[in-house]
């Protein structure tokens, strides 16, 4: 074997050695998705370029078959190496990936077999000849079915790529278009040395196809260094940050927009005319909590209310540094989780633990919460602040006679008559079994004293149907009042609403009594 090295072939047996470099990165990589995709295409690609380079440098028909016959090997597969990764690289998922890999293998096989057995099948290759008149040696033949067949079924695969590539520069935007555009720029070097080839457009009908992919591969080197393209997986990462349930915005240092996924705009409007590079400040200027958690620069979380649409959602804000391998702060993230369910669900929750199942009146634990916020702001206005304490007489008797179930109709009918004959403003508790409590903000004891008659009235004239007949009750009450000037606490009011309420029972019940009047 004599062969004659020419600036040509250096060039495809370096790029060989390029493409082996990636295909070995591919693999040590391997675990990423897309990563096999990547690596068979970079294995297609070292044989058909290695064989190439040697085929550049062969002199006669045996030798230059002898490594076309090499080339075929990666040249058989390399469609469907382009199609597999392109679909992978832009994270489309075919419906019944599985045949369709199936089919593709067929078709390489058909293809490799072949063209390794050209010489008697005579259905790849017909007439093949040794051609002098280009820059350097090459064959010369008549195509058979299955060269066509395979030059379409190449055709088709490198037109996938360039529209999946296109498509990815064009709904890619900031970091992520750049890394797209290698991707597509590198799908430009084997479609235009095909056209170059297919149209007799090259000195002698030199096949440019290998130089092509030689340039491909190197495009692709120099994006996996320059733009990490397999460090981040742009284009599979760009459809899952677009696909994320949670909205989230990426930002330099300088907290410039890096950028944002479609559920991040949603939430926030303001960053939809913004573009990767502009400052975030002008987008969050109407969300302060929001934008003054980013300014600040630490790891922090905050709770978000938005209203729209006609309803207020809830959502946990997360920020967190991005950082290299190195320790370097590069920028951070915000990612937006929808908690608005569990925001709902918490409500539900909180208004089963202040409000009584049975009554539907606030319960004795929400009075201990607000009844201190009432108290002073009482103070600070200098208003009176009143407290009835009620208690339905002989309860146990309607209970034993009745029933619960009638006793529980008892409760609820008291309640609605409280609600009946007070104010908004009045707040009613369920202080025990059949105790109750009515805080009155900026009322007298006297007035106070008045709605608790009213009240006392109402009961006594009210019955409960029952099966037999009508279920009669009475309540008693006791009233106390907080002055103006005064150092009570709800303790010291409760105290003396019961000490009324104690006086009113012992003077024969169905009655009212004042604390201060006794």
């Not at 060989?16 to 990165?25: E, F, G, N, Q, R």
């Not at 295409?41 to 002898?66: I, K, N």
């Not at 009584?356 to 607000?370: A, K």
Request: aromatic fraction near 12%; hydrophobic fraction near 45%; glycine fraction near 8%.
């Amino acid at each position: 074997m004599v062969y004659n090295f020419s600036i040509i072939s250096g060039i495809v047996l370096f790029s060989s050695a390029v493409t082996l470099y990636l295909l070995l990165l591919g693999f040590q990589r391997r675990k990423v998705r897309g990563a096999w995709s990547f690596t068979i295409l970079m294995a297609c690609l070292f044989l058909y370029s290695f064989g190439a380079s040697f085929e550049f440098m062969s002199g006669r028909v045996s030798d230059t078959l002898m490594w076309t016959h090499f080339e075929y090997l990666g040249i058989s597969f390399l469609p469907m190496a382009i199609i597999l990764f392109s679909v992978d690289y832009c994270a489309i998922e075919l419906p019944g990936k599985s045949a369709i890999v199936a089919l593709l293998c067929l078709f390489s096989l058909f293809t490799l077999v072949t063209q390794l057995t050209t010489e008697t099948g005579r259905l790849f290759y017909r007439n093949v000849r040794m051609r002098f008149d280009g820059p350097i040696p090459t064959i010369s033949f008549e195509p058979g079915p299955v060269y066509l067949f395979h030059q379409i079924y190449l055709a088709v695969a490198m037109c996938t790529s360039f529209v999946l590539s296109l498509r990815q520069v064009i709904i890619s935007s900031g970091f992520f278009r750049k890394q797209a555009f290698i991707i597509f720029a590198s799908s430009l070097f084997p479609i235009t040395g095909y056209i170059l080839y297919i149209f007799n457009l090259t000195p002698g009908k030199l096949d440019v196809s290998p130089i092509a992919f030689s340039f491909m591969s190197t495009a692709m080197a120099f994006g996996l260094f320059k733009f990490k393209l397999f460090d981040l997986e742009p284009v599979m990462l760009r459809s899952v940050f677009e696909t994320m349930r949670e909205g989230c915005i990426v930002l330099d240092r300088e907290n410039r927009l890096v950028d944002c996924n479609g559920v991040a705009r949603s939430v926030l409007p303001g960053l939809s005319g913004y573009r990767a590079g502009d400052n975030i400040e002008g987008a969050l200027r109407v969300r302060p909590e929001l934008l003054s958690m980013i300014q600040g620069g630490g790891e922090s979380d905050i709770d978000l209310l938005l209203d729209g649409k006609g309803e207020t959602r809830c959502f946990n804000v997360s920020l967190s540094k991005i950082a290299d391998r190195k320790g370097r702060i590069l920028g951070k993230t915000v990612i937006l989780n929808d908690v608005s369910r569990q925001y709902r669900l918490a409500g539900e929750l909180r208004e089963l633990a202040i409000h009584d199942e049975l009554t539907g009146l606030f319960t004795r634990r929400y009075l201990y919460e607000i009844v201190d916020r009432i108290i002073d702001q009482a103070r600070r206005s200098r208003h009176p602040v009143s407290l009835i304490m009620a208690d339905l007489d002989r309860f146990k008797l309607v209970n034993d006679e009745y029933g619960h179930q009638a006793g529980d109709e008892v409760l609820k009918a008291f309640s609605q008559l409280c609600r009946d004959c007070v104010r908004s403003s009045d707040v009613i508790f369920r202080y025990g079994g059949e105790e109750f409590l009515i805080l009155l903000p900026e009322t007298t004891r006297e007035a106070a004293e008045v709605t608790a008659q009213r009240i006392r009235a109402a009961v006594k004239i009210a019955g409960i149907p029952d099966t037999e007949r009508e279920i009669r009750f009475t309540a008693s009450f006791g009233v106390a009042g907080l002055s103006t000037i005064g150092r009570e606490t709800i303790a010291d009011l409760i105290k003396q609403a019961d000490t009324a309420l104690y006086e009113a029972k012992a003077a024969g019940r169905d009655r009212v009594m004042v604390f201060g009047s006794l």
